[in-house]
């Protein structure tokens, strides 16, 4: 391998740990949901459903709520340690490192966690990552084919798909998947969906049936989870909420940019989209404004685009509209690279652990005053 095809390589495989990866990162109070007035409510208000309970014990876990793929391998260990569900990324690591990565997983936690495929780019290690023993693949930004569900299946693994549309339900649901992730604009990161989750999630909730939804975009507190599981929603996926915790491998910078931003802070955009030419939902940094100030123009014509912005020691160096996020062990102007957060990113204002951030949002799910 030449050393220009060996550093286009570490920097796709840097690129798993990006928001960039299909489930999209939350982190936004949701515009309330009506409240269901049925029967069997728990302490909390919030009734404990079928599809929540079969959810729970389908995966093992305590609680119904699923960390977006960014983050870093420890914080998924983290998560699922905590009785929540872990995420980690696959899509672009190497066969060796998928293999590694999972046999890891598998040794630190009780399984209770996914793997993420963009089906934008080809699962190249989903073999190896079956082979060894990922419990539960998700896929994102696309429909798997019968094929790769067959792989899947006989591998015993169980199957997730993101969905962001009624007919994009239709055709997840078409391959008996044992969870719908179901994605609204409000999410941070490569953003699939293209309306807003409460009435995106209503359509697929009328489809689904039996078949858990968990819904993702714009969930940020134990509130933001009670409205989105009293409109019928299993579980909730967090995402930007998670990136601000101690075991996230964000660079430090990002995670004091979350801690800093406002309601207004976000934009939805295709400005980075040197290595992934798909809409995402950033933080507004210098580079962003520098591009809108010369009218959005086009790859080829952006404002110093050959400029390296910073530099990692495993995965090297990182242009400027790079998909890649500031991560741990960068260093230059890590500011300057695209940080993705959810619309409420205003509502992530400290760094705790990952336990405690999961114990937060449960005592806030079950009181509605804390």
């Excluded at 309306?195 to 995106?200: I, K, R, V």
Aim: with cysteine; glycine share 10%.
């Amino acid at each position: 391998m030449s050393k220009n095809e060996g550093d286009h390589v570490s920097r796709r495989h840097f690129i798993r740990q990006s928001a960039a990866l299909g489930i999209g990162i939350s982190g936004v109070s949701i515009p309330a949901f009506g409240q269901q007035a049925d029967e069997g409510h728990t302490r909390e208000g919030v009734v404990m459903s079928e599809n929540r309970r079969q959810l729970l014990t389908r995966f093992g876990l305590k609680y119904p709520i699923f960390q977006a793929a960014p983050g870093g391998e420890a914080l998924a260990v983290a998560v699922a340690n905590s009785g929540a569900m872990g995420a980690i990324s696959l899509t672009w690591d190497s066969p060796e490192q998928t293999f590694e990565l999972v046999s890891r997983m598998n040794k630190a936690t009780k399984g209770n966690y996914y793997a993420n495929y963009v089906l934008h780019f080809e699962p190249k290690t989903l073999d190896k990552a079956l082979e060894a023993g990922c419990p539960v693949i998700q896929f994102s930004w696309g429909i798997p084919n019968k094929g790769v569900v067959a792989r899947v299946r006989e591998a015993g693994a169980k199957l997730g798909i993101q969905v962001s549309s009624k007919r994009n339900a239709e055709k997840a649901l078409a391959l008996d998947p044992d969870f719908l992730i179901c994605q609204g604009l409000e999410a941070g990161g490569h953003v699939q969906a293209t309306a807003a989750l409460g009435a995106t999630l209503l359509e697929v909730l009328e489809l689904a049936h039996d078949v858990p939804v968990v819904a993702a975009g714009g969930i940020s507190t134990g509130h933001d989870i009670r409205r989105v599981i009293n409109a019928g929603a299993s579980g909730a996926v967090l995402g930007t909420r998670f990136m601000a915790t101690q075991e996230s491998d964000a660079h430090d910078i990002y995670k004091s940019s979350l801690l800093n931003a406002g309601e207004d802070s976000t934009a939805y955009t295709i400005c980075f989209n040197r290595d992934w030419n798909a809409a995402h939902r950033i933080l507004r940094n210098s580079t962003f404004l520098e591009w809108e100030a010369e009218g959005c123009p086009d790859t080829g014509s952006k404002p110093r685009e050959d400029d390296v912005v910073a530099d990692h020691p495993i995965f090297g160096p990182a242009k400027r509209y790079e998909t890649v996020p500031p991560m741990q062990g960068h260093e230059g102007t890590p500011e300057e690279m695209a940080m993705y957060a959810g619309q409420g990113v205003s509502m992530v204002n400290d760094l705790p652990t990952a336990n405690d951030l999961i114990v937060r949002l449960w005592n806030e799910f079950e009181n509605p005053q804390a």
